[in-house]
């Protein structure tokens, strides 16, 4: 594999913090956790249980106090009741303010542990060990932490943002295409949000990436990935770095989240979250279109890229009453006003506020599977 240089990209905000990116980065972690940490609480499910123990017993040289807790895999683990164990996982082993938290783990592994780092003690230190791309390229930076109810995804949490991340490009070799693909959604959101370049490199390497192999992936196509981390790392630390509780600009990184949440409640999580975004960014492009906003070309350039990867594109059509109602919890909405963050151009984010409902219903009928354009649903 030819080299990778390690790269930084600094979040801006009351107390900055590095993202580094590259290969072999865990030497970096006693220095991101700080002089004053005396324990630390290694969090990860089951699928990285090796990766943890390996971090756990490197810390535990050092001389910290160092612990591993296993927590579901994926969603399950983003619940009251798995934050509840890892909490009398801290209290147990008297976890006090200058002690931290490690997250190693895809996005909801980051999100559980970034919200149960959060709340113990009301904030203790957290550093994220990304080991998803999704993790890497949008979860673990930014500080955005939370869990499920029953009533939707996310409406528990706080803005914590971590002490540093570590994107150990290492980890991407056992990753499942399956979820490689996944983590390619929020990468492509970002290019159609805020970097161009983004959707260009994904579409020179669509066919490798979709047929990811890890560790054995051609040297370009990794080249390709690193870009690809870093540009997208870099576009959500300029925004977070600029408003990190989401007053405004922070708003265009939830592009196709709207619906794509509502997705994921309803199929009860058995979707990945970038599978269900893709779909979403297809509506909210539709949305823009049938709004006046956005042309036709950029409508058809989020069904081919995003075709080219195997995401899904379409959803099934006799959800509608359904997602309204999960949309109607989502963050962006204002009483009973629906927001949507949809796009005038290619990098041009804006937002559509309260469209009616006709529009609305138009949009999901373009994405219907069984939508008058006959085009056919793709499974991941
Ligand atoms: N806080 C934020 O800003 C933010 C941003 C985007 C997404 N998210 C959240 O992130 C979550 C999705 O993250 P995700 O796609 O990483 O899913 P995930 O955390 O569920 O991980 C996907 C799967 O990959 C496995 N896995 C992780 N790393 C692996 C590796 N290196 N090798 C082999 N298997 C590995 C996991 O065990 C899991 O089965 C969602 O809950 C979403 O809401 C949060
Ligand atoms: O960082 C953000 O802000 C985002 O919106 C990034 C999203 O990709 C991410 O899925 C986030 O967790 C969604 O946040 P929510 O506020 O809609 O729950
Ligand atoms: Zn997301």
Known sequence: MSTIETTRVQVAG?????VVIGRHLLGELPGLLGPDVRRVLVIHPSSLAATAETIRADLAQTGL?????????????????????????????????????VSVGGGATTDLAGFVAATWLRGIRVVHVPTTLLAMVDAAVGGKTGINTAEGKNLVGAFHPPAGVLCDLVALETLPRFDLVAGLGEVVKTGFIADERILEIVADHAAELRDW????????????LAELVERSVAVKARVVGADLKEAGLREILNYGHTLGHAIELVERYQWRHGAAVSVGMVFAAELGRLA??????VVDR????LTSLGLPTTYRGDRWEKLLSGMRRDKKTRGDLLRFVVLDAVGQPTRLEGPDPTLL?????????????GRAPIAL
């Not at 989020?302 to 890229?305: A, K």
């Not at 219903?361 to 354009?373: H, L, R, V």
Request: without cysteine; negative net charge; proline residues 4%.
């Open 65 to 101: 106090e160092a612990f591993a807790a296993e927590v579901p895999d994926a969603e399950e683990s983003k619940t009251a009741q798995v934050a509840g164990f890892l909490w009398g996982v801290l209290g147990q082993a008297d976890f006090t303010r200058s002690d931290a938290i």
């Open 292 to 297: 006046g906003k956005l042309d036709d070309s």
């Open 14 to 18: 009351e107390s900055p913090y590095d």
């Open 213 to 224: 192999k890890g560790a054995d992936a051609a040297d370009e196509t990794w080249a390709a």
């Open 361 to 373: 219903a138009a949009a999901y009928a373009e994405i219907s599977e069984d939508a008058p354009t």
């Open 302 to 305: 989020h069904r081919e890229i």
